[in-house]
């Protein structure tokens, strides 16, 4: 008998019919003997609406009040679960993140955990009830003010919870059928990935995979969580994020390249002519980190001899990209630029996995991919399993679908799912 | 400076606009100079929705998920309202009935307040802000479930915070301007009373008086809370409810005749022929309250010597009319009665003023009324400040304007306001 956390996203739950369908797919669980500890998030379009409800009374709503409105959304829609499994003679009882034990820090609206006492599942559990736990919400240590986690929020209480209830498996349910080697809708080909490393999957959430949120994984892999990414549409075994590469039936090697990763969503800052004199680049990430900014990928030109100065180029966010320009602009005389280039019409493709370690010639076969398609590579960087390179926007499309095939990923036989998700 | 209490119903914060048009309210009566604490009601047909989410799950959801639900409304109320407070330039923070200390029994779906230990409040009002809470719901005292109150929920809340706080007045923000002498939908010149005792009131609000629910104005009597019931539409004085009947200023006399009431919820049940032996009436009551049935009116029949048996009708909530008549039906045989008459047509009207005690002659005041009107009374029944008596249903809106002329209650200068209300 194992105890096994389920997460369902907005999407699994969107309406009575979807609320039914899985209430029964949890009924079946439990009958087949393992315990059941199921997180949830609010159904479909609840927390838009409940957002553009504040957004009509002020443009700029308390975080404190938003976080208990968008809590609103979990209650309903664990109470209707929970109402839905009962109704199938499966004993079930809601909890909210505070009665979940869910404890967070105060930053409100993307609070972070600090501890999980969940002594009331473990309760509810042993009495031989499914336990309902509203996902994306926890409560401050000594107020008991109501928290929400941020994106992905729900991932990550389910993580959590599964960690803390020392579960066998936390399984996340979504639209898709797991983890894909590419984002389906740019390679049809794509296959779905079977295992795969924490580190493999951080780096595949860093660069732009959404189906985990980077937080959800980085807590999997602290407390080494087995984390089961499948469909709530079907019955098929999605992808297993864990530790241990190998298991019996599995093959021995780690396959060299786990998947192609792309990011639409970074933009690159050029700063044009900059002294090149020590400190002059530690200054400038002072200043773009005085604005709250995470820079991602960075490039020094060679400087010119004949100038002394050089050009800087990074890539941030692109939601950050006003903030960056004004703080780097209000410093400009004590940094010494000319100018300052900004561009978001840029893509970033990343080649994840942990056996190119291991083998040489990785990036030559990459960067010859590219190249064989006309495509121009802008920036590089790498880490030990993950080489990341900045395209054009409108060619990195493209960029996915050579690379993806250059390293043998394509698959006839896999039906491509097209991703979706909610984000909380 | 004084601490005030407000309580808004959920027609009162229907929408955005109406939820902004109430923070106006608050943040002037707090510019004002008052502490101000304000109860609020889920919005318009939130908890209509809610059930009938409820109701696509399943027909008959457990008691402890439906509160879980219909918790949500207040949730969303209350934050955008603080929202809309604070948007305002006055300081607001929402709490949740457990937030706010409002403890209850474990009787989900019409939990009785325990206690209410408001220290939160207490806090948020000392530091300068508004407090909102939620109305309607509360939080069993070991277990930490969520609680709902049941109808008149959030008006209780009000009452049994501003006893908690000490609060100066209680005011019950609602749809009409106060408590009129009789339902201006049926008696168009009815008078707005601007004064009423505790004792007047509950027999208003158990004779079928809306405006109050009877556990309200029983906890307000109980702790001594003046209750200010007015409308939020405007900013006209409503009626007090309170202990004083005078102060300077008022007339030192009451008013024989506070209003008159009226009921259209009950039945009647005549049980034929029960022999006229001791302990057989006694029998019937046993039986109807064994099935959970509260009477409310008695009437036995003289009896006939020839048969020594004799009638005995009751009245009840028209909604218990089926359970009554099932459990009596199953003792037919050892309570020996030959048949029974089950009569939903009847209507209920009620005088009720403290002053019908020192002033002989109310009740054939109202008999001659009556009779003059065309109008039989099936039953009567008395209290110290009340008199009842039982029509038909169709005859009820003429016994209730022909009474409520012959005390002159009558007022041409009234504007009369169409009746609602939430009951929440």
Known sequence: MALIVQKYGGSSVADADSIKRVAKRIAEAKRAGDDVVVVVSAMGDTTDELIDLAQQITPLPPQREMDILLTAGERISMSLLAMAISSLGVEAQSFTGQQAGVITDSAHGKARIIDVTPSRIQQAVDSGAVAIVAGFQGVTQHTNDVTTLGRGGSDTTAVALAAALHADVCEIYTDVDGVFTADPRIVPSARKIDRITYDEMLEMAASGAKVLVLRCVEYARRYGVPVHVRSSFSTRTGTLVTDAPTEQGAPMEQPIIAGVAHDRSEAKITIVDVPDVPGKAARIFEVVAGAGVNLDMIVQNVSVASTGRTDIS???????????????????????????????????????????????????????????????????????????????????????????????????????????????
Not at 340 to 363: E, R, W
Not at 415 to 422: C, D, E, L, R, S
Request: a negative charge; hydrophobic letters at 40%; proline letters at 3%.
């Open 314 to 424: 990074f890539t941030l966010p692109a939601t950050d990209g006003a903030a960056a320009t004004a703080a780097l602009t209000e410093h400009q005389p004590d940094i010494g630029f000319t100018s300052l280039q900004y561009d978001d019409t840029i893509g970033k493709l990343s080649l994840i996995g942990a056996g190119m370690k291991s083998h040489p010639g990785v990036s030559a076969r990459l960067f010859a991919a590219l190249s064989d398609a006309g495509i121009n590579i802008e920036m590089i960087s790498t880490s030990e399993i993950r080489i990341s390179v900045v395209t054009r926007a409108d060619q990195l499309d493209d960029a996915v679908r050579a690379v993806h095939t250059a390293f043998d990923l394509d698959s006839a036989d896999e039906q491509a799912v097209v991703y979706g998700g909610t984000g909380r």
